[in-house]
């Protein structure tokens, strides 16, 4: 199974399933899993995965990971 790397921003890393105190994480994912296949097995609700990049380009929730891709997920940025 293809092996991705996970890092979860912010209020999003309680999502973690090895250690919620880290960001960082590594998981094999079967052939075909997409970004919004992840946000539903982590169990981070739709509205707080905001923004989604994977090797450093956003990316829409319907993107196919492949092995070893990088994939970040951002909270809701707040600021004025």
Known sequence: ???IEIRLF???RKY????????RFDKEIPPGT???DLIDELGIPEQKAK???VNNLRRDRDY?????DRVGIFPPVAGG
């Open 1 to 3: 199974m293809p092996e």
């Open 10 to 12: 912010a209020g999003l």
């Open 51 to 53: 923004l989604i990049f």
């Open 64 to 68: 196919e990971f492949e092995e070893g």
């Open 34 to 36: 997409t970004v919004q």
């Open 16 to 23: 973690n399933p090895k250690d919620p105190e880290e960001q």
